[in-house]
């Protein structure tokens, strides 16, 4: 019988797996195996698991897929998969590492910066394309493509960024303004983007 990592994550938890792991790696237990590798750790990744960690949402919108969600929709999805971490008032949890994802604005240049989706990022897509790849947290890329536009439209609403009756999707997440869209400096260097 074959587990994938998502599998484990999801039914032992993150710390049991990366526990598990450390103890097989320290305890030399494992040994070059029919997988490769001096431990004979994985499985070559098929085309479609690649596909599902696609990394290509820019913020022009070029990668989004098709779906759309708003604020009410958003809502029931945020309580139901992210407020133990980002808690009810999308504050934050302490001790759970989810940050806050409101508040914060007009803090960055301040001696206490709060980084929130409000105040520091730049492009509503990274929102998106975060949450698409990385939430929540105990079982990533779970979530459907219409319910990442709806959250993603509900945390913009609470951050005060789009109004409650605006409906996220490929057309309109780009044309989201962020507060802090020109607090970055653009990296020209040509070694870098050749």
């Not at 913020?59 to 969600?69: F, H, S």
């Not at 803090?107 to 929130?116: E, I, M, N, V």
């Not at 949450?131 to 439209?153: C, E, I, K, Q």
């Not at 303004?177 to 970055?184: I, S």
Request: aromatic share 8%.
């Amino acid at each position: 019988m074959s587990i994938t990592m998502r599998d484990a994550v999801a039914k032992y938890g993150p710390r049991a797996c990366v526990l598990a792991v450390g103890l097989g790696l320290a305890g030399g237990a494992l040994a070059q195996g029919s997988h490769g590798g001096p431990y004979g750790l994985g499985t070559p990744a098929t085309a479609e698991e690649i596909a599902a960690w696609d990394i290509d949402v820019m913020p022009d919108g070029r990668g989004l897929p098709p779906g759309e969600g708003g604020y009410e929709a958003g809502k029931e999805v945020y309580t139901e998969h992210c407020l133990a971490c980002h808690g009810p008032d999308l504050g934050g949890v302490a001790g759970t590492g989810g940050g806050a994802l409101i508040g914060g604005r007009g803090t960055l240049a301040s001696g206490k910066p709060r980084k929130t989706v409000e105040s520091y990022w730049p492009y509503a897509s990274t929102l998106f394309d975060f949450t698409r790849r990385a939430m929540p947290f105990h079982a990533p890329g779970s979530l459907s493509d219409d319910d990442v536009y709806a959250v993603t439209a509900y945390i913009l609403a609470e951050g005060n960024i789009i109004g409650r009756d605006a409906v996220m999707n490929a057309e309109t997440l780009p044309k989201v303004v962020m507060p802090n869209v020109d607090g970055f400096i653009p990296d020209s260097r040509p070694d870098v983007f050749d």
